[in-house]
């Protein structure tokens, strides 16, 4: 089954960083043809979408509110893509999940969170707090 698992998440004050991580696992023969998406989704909203970066990492996106703050970056030697996660805020608070997809465009541009992402992960919290 192909799937993603996330890690990195946890409690950290405003002003404070996280890595979050999206491995494969079970198709990483083919991990560097996926373009990946990070989303989030916090109780009572919808989901959002955070960041996304294309195979081979040339093309990434990113949402208004994160902007200057995240840094999304892939290793496909790893089979993993990051999330850096600078300057948190409370409202960054929410369940982030990665999601990958080998369906064209390979690009971030635009509405890129639209999908369709075909592989999800099962997230893992984020709560900024003091």
């Known amino acids: 089954q192909r799937q993603f698992v996330e890690s990195g998440g946890g409690l950290v004050q405003p002003g404070g960083s996280l890595r979050l991580s999206c491995k494969a696992s079970?198709?990483?023969?083919?991990?560097?043809?996926?373009?990946i998406g990070w989303f989030r989704q916090a109780p009572g909203k919808e989901r959002e979408g955070v960041s996304c970066i294309g195979s081979t990492g040339g093309s990434t996106n990113y949402a208004d509110s994160v902007k200057g703050r995240f840094t999304i970056s892939r290793d496909n030697a790893k089979n993993t893509v990051y999330l850096q996660m600078n300057n948190l805020k409370p409202e960054d608070t929410a369940v982030y999940y990665c999601?990958?997809?080998?369906?064209?465009?390979?690009?971030?541009?635009?509405?890129?969170?639209?999908?369709?992402?075909?592989?999800w992960g099962q997230g893992t919290q984020v709560t900024v707090s003091s």
């Open positions: 999601a990958g997809t080998r369906q064209p465009p390979d690009s971030c541009a635009g509405t890129w969170y639209r999908g369709p992402f075909t592989s």
């Open positions: 079970g198709f990483t023969v083919d991990f560097h043809y996926y373009r």
